[in-house]
């Protein structure tokens, strides 16, 4: 079966810092991989993708994420967090064929001025 | 535009009585799904649809049916909400198969119900 674990459920940051939010998931095959975000009252918009080829994805927003599947890892960075960028973000596995997309719980950011 | 259109957004219900959220794509997608998501627990899928009356459990139906009669509509029928189903919904379409280069999938803006 497929699955996302996000560990981290609130991460804190000052604007300008840099930023790591860490996903593992569970796939049986190369997986195809998401993250979401999701700011307060809205709906999901998409960051970035990954579904093969070069391991590091570039995304909307300055968002980054790399692919390592030896540590089953997909874990989302961005270099210098803006106030913006406070939201909640979601990692996703799957989603092809008769297969769900998988979400982790999420990971709340907030930034300090 | 391709979309995906969920009706209403926001609905207050009392207990027990029938409701259905309405949702449609305009992108001839084969596979449609509902989540749910709820604090914490991120989205869950509730059923899935992989063409015209093709449908499927997902992780969490219990209380909800849904139909797929036209290709372009998936709606999500509650006959009986209580208040456990207080949520925000998620409506989403794709293709069945795509190939990784074109691969695309769709959320609708999401349907906040609240059950008393």
């Known amino acids: 079966a497929q699955s996302v674990t996000q560990p981290d459920i609130h991460i804190t940051v000052s604007e300008g810092a840099s930023l790591e939010l860490r996903c593992n998931y569970s796939?049986?095959?190369?997986?195809?991989l998401f993250w979401y975000v999701q700011s307060p009252g809205q709906g999901l918009q998409l960051l970035l993708k990954?579904?093969?080829?070069?391991?590091l994805v570039q995304g909307i927003k300055g968002f980054e994420a790399e692919f390592k599947r030896s540590q089953s890892s997909f874990n989302l960075r961005k270099p210098s967090v803006h106030w913006s960028d406070a939201a909640e973000y979601f990692c996703?596995?799957?989603?092809?064929?008769?297969?769900?997309?998988?979400f982790g719980s999420g990971t709340r950011l907030q930034v300090q001025p | 535009e391709a979309q995906v259109t969920q009706n209403p957004r926001y609905l207050i219900t009392v207990t027990g009585k029938k409701l259905t959220v309405t949702c449609s794509q305009n992108m001839n997608h084969e596979y449609m799904s509902w989540y749910r998501q709820d604090p914490g627990l991120g989205l869950r899928q509730i059923y899935y649809?992989?063409?015209?009356?093709?449908?499927d459990k997902g992780d969490v139906p219990e209380g909800y049916k849904v139909s797929r009669k036209e290709k372009r509509n998936f709606p999500l029928i509650l006959e009986s909400p209580s208040p456990n189903q207080t949520s925000l919904y998620f409506c989403a379409s794709r293709k069945l198969q795509a190939p990784r280069s074109s691969y695309e999938q769709y959320f609708g803006p999401g349907t906040r119900l609240t059950v008393t």
């Open positions: 990954y579904f093969s080829g070069d391991t």
């Open positions: 649809s992989m063409n015209v009356e093709v449908t």
């Open positions: 796939y049986g095959a190369t997986p195809y």
């Open positions: 996703a596995v799957g989603g092809t064929g008769r297969r769900a997309l998988t």
